[in-house]
């Protein structure tokens, strides 16, 4: 295993800019998640790191060693695609031997490893098989097998899971929890699918607009967004957000207000709380803030929690609460913020300020 | 209830008989279709089985009163056959497979690529195929004697590769493009070279279309008359095509050894027909990726 040094790369094609001096660590033995929207560039820079796409500037090191002009054989990494691109005229075998063979590696070697790749992934009744005659979530097992039996110093997964149904998709991001435990592996993960990236990744960068927005553990992207972006893009149901001000200690908007004590900023700002942070039948202990009426719009039973939408003045929220509550569409509430969960982003540079 | 069952049986035995008047129907066109392309050969087979005193006879049995293999064996006694079969046969193979090499790297590097004159060069390649083959002959000819290779096999093999080449091309263009590129991509990341991506998963999994090229390259080049014509000047050469032609004379053709001579080359491409049509199967890229 390796590590994977990231240095000021950028991707252009003609006029457009793909990625902007992106610069990022990953440890040896590290789950990195890339995230983001579709079109914000995480799929090229894996492709970048994987050698399937030129380099404009920047050097892509991996275990130290620049690799910007290797071949992508050269780099010694295997990669999971989201189609799964196994060669249909190959046995399942076959296709996870491939690699092995070509570097010559001898038979009972390959043999072995390929037995103890099936073996993990509880596809050694598959072996024989061609890709046709398999399922979604089997091909996608062997895919990943044809990975691991290489051996590579990392692992690149574009996307695995996005093509698989959710019940499947739910089994193999666990499945691919415990490859990495068990094999220790350094993986750099595309997605786009917050769930992925919240429950696999040792840290994620969350990339927009050819820009990495934030780094950190999806603990700290979670609750200590960087940004405007990461907040709204990290988390589900979405962050509220209001457009308003900060004025002695006060947050005013066009449709509500409240004192905020602790605000040291001043000026036009952007508030914003998740759903659980609005609260609006009892306290639960967390220091709240004064209560603003809102009138219920819809209310939505999840099972185990209840989404309200709100309209406070003009403006709609989102609010998640227990699903004992029992207001009904057109009841008028109080809510009130969890302060603590009270984020502020400058409505300028949409840059995290409290 | 009763009338109503009965209605609807009648109904469905009213849909079936239009469905199996519909089915005769297609059946017999197709049938009457198959008769008018397989009778010449029939006619053929019936002329080269005649003795030899009834070849212009109007009778339309298939073997003919007293038929005899004495046209097939005076094919080999009395003319050049072998070596005519010997030259077509020398000059259609190096053809072919020049043509499917050429056409499957060229075909390649339309479908992956980008270059500068990407889309002319699939234009003016199309383009070709719209000038008749009697226009190209005089060029071809002048092109072919300035390179001193008149009456020479690469002479002949130059000109028909070329000829075929820009329909190949298109063939194999066009099924590269429905084989998914990251197929390609797995393989230079499990360690392959470019060609060896090429080599090992995008021609083992092109078949069918290298089979299509294949097929129209040699029946092109087995069947071609005009082209030997102008080549070829000397016996010694000729093809098939230029040999059966001499047994038609001013005064008298040999008919029955020009329709054996017909049917047995008919042979080898019937053959190779029947040997590739399992190689024509389609779908063998399913699978491979998401679908």
């Given amino acids: 295993m390796a590590s994977v040094t990231l240095s000021r790369i950028s991707k252009r094609y003609q006029e457009a800019t793909v990625l902007r001096e992106i610069s990022l660590e990953i440890a040896d033995r590290e789950f990195m998640i890339l995230v983001g929207p579709s079109g914000c560039g995480k799929s090229t820079l894996l492709r970048m790191i994987a050698g399937l796409e030129d380099i404009t500037e920047g050097e892509i090191l991996i275990d130290g060693k620049i690799v910007n002009h290797l071949a992508p054989r050269d780099r010694e990494i295997a990669m999971v695609f989201q189609d799964y691109a196994l060669y249909p005229h190959m046995t399942v075998a076959e296709n996870m031997s491939f690699g092995l063979r070509l570097r010559s590696v001898a038979k009972s070697e390959i043999d072995r490893r390929v037995e103890e790749a099936a073996g993990i992934l509880q596809i050694k009744n598959l072996l024989k098989r061609t890709p046709r005659q398999l399922s979604g979530g089997q091909r996608q097992r062997v895919a990943i097998g044809r990975a691991i039996v290489r051996k590579p110093k990392a692992f690149l997964f574009d996307e695995p899971l996005s093509n698989l149904d959710a019940k499947l998709r739910e089994e193999m991001r666990i499945e691919i929890a415990k490859l990495h435990q068990r094999l220790g592996a350094t993986i750099i ?10 429950t696999l990744g040792s840290r994620m960068a969350v990339m ?147 | ?114 270059f500068p004159g990407h889309k002319l060069g ?22 072919i004697m300035r390179l001193g290779l008149i009456n020479t096999y690469l002479g ?90 001499e047994l038609q004379g001013q005064y008298l053709t040999q008919w029955g050894m020009f329709a054996a001579g017909s049917f047995m080359v008919t042979v080898p491409v019937l053959l190779i027909f029947l040997y590739s049509s399992k190689w024509l199967i389609s779908g063998l890229t399913l699978g491979g990726v998401k679908g």
């Fill in chain 1, 189 to 198: 993960y595309v997605t786009h699918d917050q769930v992925e990236a919240m």
């Fill in chain 1, 208 to 354: 927009n607009g050819g820009i990495i927005q934030q780094v950190g553990t999806p603990a700290e992207a979670f609750s200590r967004p960087a940004n405007h972006f990461v907040a709204g893009f990290i988390g589900s149901p979405t962050m509220n957000f209001i457009a308003g001000a900060l004025e002695g200690g006060t947050f005013k908007s066009p449709d509500l207000g409240f004192p905020l004590p602790g605000a040291r900023a001043a000026g036009p700002v952007i508030l914003g709380v998740r759903p659980e942070g609005i609260c609006v039948d009892k306290s639960d202990g967390a220091s709240l803030s004064e209560p603003v009426p809102a009138v219920i719009e819809v209310v939505e039973l999840l099972g185990y929690k209840r989404n309200l939408y709100l309209k406070a003045g003009d403006k709609r929220l989102l609010a998640t609460v227990d699903a004992s509550f029992g207001g009904k569409p057109g009841d008028t509430v109080s809510m009130r913020f969890q302060i603590a969960g009270i984020h502020l982003f400058d409505q300028e540079t949409k840059a995290r300020i409290g």
């Fill in chain 2, 1 to 114: 209830m009763a009338e109503d069952r009965e209605r609807v049986v009648l109904a469905l035995a009213a849909h079936r008989r239009r469905r199996t008047a519909q089915a005769v129907l297609i059946h017999a066109a197709l049938i009457a279709a198959c008769l008018i392309c397989i009778y010449p050969l029939l006619r053929m087979i019936s002329v080269s089985l005649r003795p030899g005193d009834r070849l212009i006879s109007t009778d339309l049995s298939l073997i003919p009163a007293g038929a005899t293999a004495a046209s097939y064996l005076n094919v080999f006694k009395q003319t050049n056959f072998l070596l005519w079969l010997w030259n077509s046969l020398v000059i259609t193979c190096v053809t072919s497979f020049i043509g499917v090499s050429l056409a499957a790297t060229g075909g390649y590097a339309f479908s992956r690529f980008k």
């Fill in chain 2, 122 to 143: 699939l234009t003016l390649l199309l383009g070709t195929q719209m000038i008749p083959a009697g226009m190209l002959l005089l060029p071809l000819f002048l092109m």
């Fill in chain 2, 156 to 245: 002949m093999i130059v000109a028909y590769s070329v000829t075929s080449l820009p329909f190949s091309i298109w063939i194999l263009k066009g099924y590269y493009d429905t084989i998914p590129r990251s197929l390609e991509e797995a393989a230079l990341v499990d360690g392959t070279s470019r060609f060896g991506a090429f080599y090992r998963i995008v021609l083992p999994l092109s078949t069918p279309a290298l089979s299509i090229a294949f097929l129209f390259n040699f029946t092109q080049a087995w069947n071609e008359y005009l082209v030997a014509r102008v080549v070829l000047c000397d016996a010694q050469r000729y093809t098939w095509t230029l040999g059966l032609f």
